[in-house]
């Protein structure tokens, strides 16, 4: 395609927070289509991910960066059609997925060329839109940071989440011992069957003892966890020796307390990170990252995303109600054009 089979319009329709609080806070929106600053795609959205940190920004939780858009939205399936920059890989007209500055929820987005990949041979747009924010938030925490190894064991909190569906897919083809929890036994099932050796119900069991259990009290080697507050010290309860836990939310709270002697005694290490804030080079090395080594994963069909549910653009406040609700297994997209 050339640049000529693209009319791009003045205006775009978007969803934008009217003002912080609940779900019925997201109204459509007329806006101004995006300019290009240096090395950046305009891609014309085919889908976009809802992930709960829209939820957060939406609910004036989530602080978004000056240099980002206000628009909410933090990865697209879509087809790039202007280019601002020289010596860019990618050509008008090519198929994309993209990690987004924000600004997902609307007709176009613009994004740093960086953070564009490729659509996965055999996947769906749809599934293409699940791929950015997840599996970069999952590869750069539990493999670069938390360097889960292969024949490691790991345990995942919130096994059904959309964090969850993907970061039990991947730790397995990576060749590690996966555990999940998750919040009744339907959820719990669904994390076995994606590869989990063992989901444990959290309402129903303590995590901690029924990991140590089925260890041998050794524990496990990394800790994949959502929770934090309460959880931390649970988590080192069943943590092993030089065993690394990898806190990327605080859906718990940010507070509690840990036995440091504990700590250094089994030379444990807590670490984590949120993706938003990072320099666009750190991201742009998350993605080729990702890219080379989990990318065959994807082209093979080993490794998909799971979608709960899709939505239009304009039912946006019940996607983030779906989201909220905490039923689903894997993911929740929005149908943008």
């Known amino acids: 395609m050339t640049k000529e089979n693209f009319i791009i319009p003045e205006t775009m329709q978007a969803v934008e927070i009217s003002k912080y609080g609940g779900p ?62 020289s010596n860019i890989k990618f050509n008008i007209g090519d198929k994309v997925c993209a990690l987004c500055h924000g600004g997902g929820y609307a007709e176009y987005v613009a994004v740093d060329v960086g953070h564009c990949m490729p659509i996965p041979q055999n996947y769906s747009m749809q599934e293409a839109a699940c791929i950015p924010e997840t599996f970069i938030t999952v590869w750069s925490n539990l493999f670069m940071r938390g360097n889960l190894s292969k024949n490691e064991k790991v345990l995942i909190h919130g096994g059904t989440s959309g964090i969850g569906t993907t970061a039990i897919q991947l730790a397995k083809q990576y060749g590690a011992k996966v555990y999940a ?9 669904a994390a076995e069957n994606l590869g989990a050796i063992k989901c444990i119900n959290y309402n129903t069991t303590q995590f901690e003892d029924e990991i140590n259990k089925i260890t041998n009290n050794e524990g496990v080697d990394v800790i994949l966890d959502m929770v934090a507050g309460s959880y931390v010290p ?14 990327i ?16 005694i089994k030379r444990q290490t807590i670490t984590g990170s949120t993706l938003r804030p990072q320099s666009t080079d750190a991201k742009a090395n998350y993605v080729d990252n990702l890219i ?14 799971i979608i709960e549910n899709e939505f239009k653009l304009s039912e946006a406040v019940d996607a983030h109600k779906a989201l909220e609700k905490g039923e689903h297994v894997g993911k929740y997209i929005m149908k943008v054009s």
């Open 249 to 264: 939310a605080v859906q718990g709270g940010i507070k509690d307390e840990i036995n440091f002697a504990n700590l250094m």
């Open 24 to 85: 019925e806070n997201l109204k459509i929106c007329s806006r101004l289509t995006p300019k290009l600053l240096n090395n950046q795609v305009l891609i014309k959205v085919s889908y976009a991910g809802v992930n709960r940190p829209d939820l957060l920004q939406r609910q004036g939780n989530y602080k978004v960066p000056e240099t980002a858009s206000d628009l909410p939205g933090l990865e697209v399936s879509g087809i790039i059609t202007a280019i601002n920059g």
């Open 181 to 189: 929890t998750a919040g009744n036994e339907k959820k719990c099932e």
């Open 234 to 247: 649970r988590n080192l309860k069943c943590l092993s020796f030089d065993g690394r836990l990898v806190i």
């Open 292 to 305: 080379k080594n989990a990318w065959q994963w994807l082209e093979t069909g080993k490794i998909k995303p």
